[in-house]
Antibody
Framework: EAQLLESGGDLVQPGGSLRLSCAAS????????MTWVRQAPGKGLEWVSG?????????YYADSVKGRFTISRDNSQNILYLQMNSLRAEDTAVYYC?????????WGQGTLVTVSS | DIVMTQSPDSLAVSLGERATINCKSS????????????LAWYQQKPGQPPKLLIY???ARESGVPDRFSGSGSGTDFTLTISSLQAEDVAVYYC?????????FGQGTRLEIK
């Protein structure tokens, strides 16, 4: 069965950077698009970014993170990344990675990013 | 972006009774040639990641109990739980995947009356 494990969440100051990782197992990672979804404390789900299967030539971003976040993948290591720069207080959330089979059929447990001084 | 609006925001239903959650999109999420509806439903229990319940508006994900059903097309969709069980207490989200800019509804909190 597919498994996803996020890591890299931390407390960071406004304006700082952080890189999240999502280790995938139990499926052919390179064959699937992948996505990041976040959830601010006590709030709903917000899609953040997606990357297509294969080499990941096509990437997609929510307007709220465009120009600040970069999604990428390493198919040799089965890892999905989210590089987050110029972090703001409103980026505070649990960040989930999910397998994108058109819909998000497998999710990790999430990693908490807190942006605060 | 396509705006997804769920109603109600919260709902209390007695055990064994029917629960109905609505989801409306700001534009159609149906692709006419195939009449496929790009609409999914997720369940999220406290402290857990979301779980996929329904896709293509009415297709049940493997392992999801048949008391969960989805319906609708175009801009109006419904998630129905035919006979509420205690383990169904959760927040439910609709999601459109018609656009590459994915959007979710605000969520509906389902409780036991």
């Amino acid at each position: 069965e597919a498994q996803l494990l996020e890591s890299g969440g931390d407390l960071v100051q406004p304006g700082g950077s952080l890189r999240l990782s999502c280790a995938a197992s139990g499926f052919t990672f390179s064959s699937y698009a992948m996505t990041w979804v976040r959830q601010a404390p006590g709030k709903g789900l917000e899609w953040v970014s997606g990357i297509i299967s294969g080499g990941g030539a096509n990437t997609y971003y929510a307007d709220s993170v465009k120009g600040r976040f970069t999604i990428s993948r390493d198919n040799s290591q089965n890892i999905l990344y989210l590089q987050m720069n110029s972090l703001r207080a409103e980026d505070t959330a649990v960040y989930y990675c999910a397998r994108d089979a058109k819909v998000f059929d497998y999710w990790g447990q999430g990693t908490l990013v807190t942006v605060s001084s | 972006d396509i705006v997804m609006t769920q109603s109600p925001d919260s709902l209390a239903v007695s055990l064994g009774e029917r629960a109905t959650i609505n989801c409306k999109s700001s534009q159609s999420v149906s692709y006419s040639p195939s009449t496929k509806n790009y609409l999914a439903w997720y369940q999220q229990k406290p402290g857990q990641p979301p779980k996929l319940l329904i896709y293509w508006a009415s297709a049940r994900e493997s392992g999801v109990p048949d008391r969960f059903s989805g319906s609708g097309s175009g801009t109006d969709f419904t998630l129905t739980i035919s006979s509420l069980q205690a383990e169904d207490v959760a927040v439910y989200y609709c999601q459109q995947y018609y656009s590459t800019s994915i959007t979710f509804g605000q969520g509906t909190r389902l409780e036991i009356k």
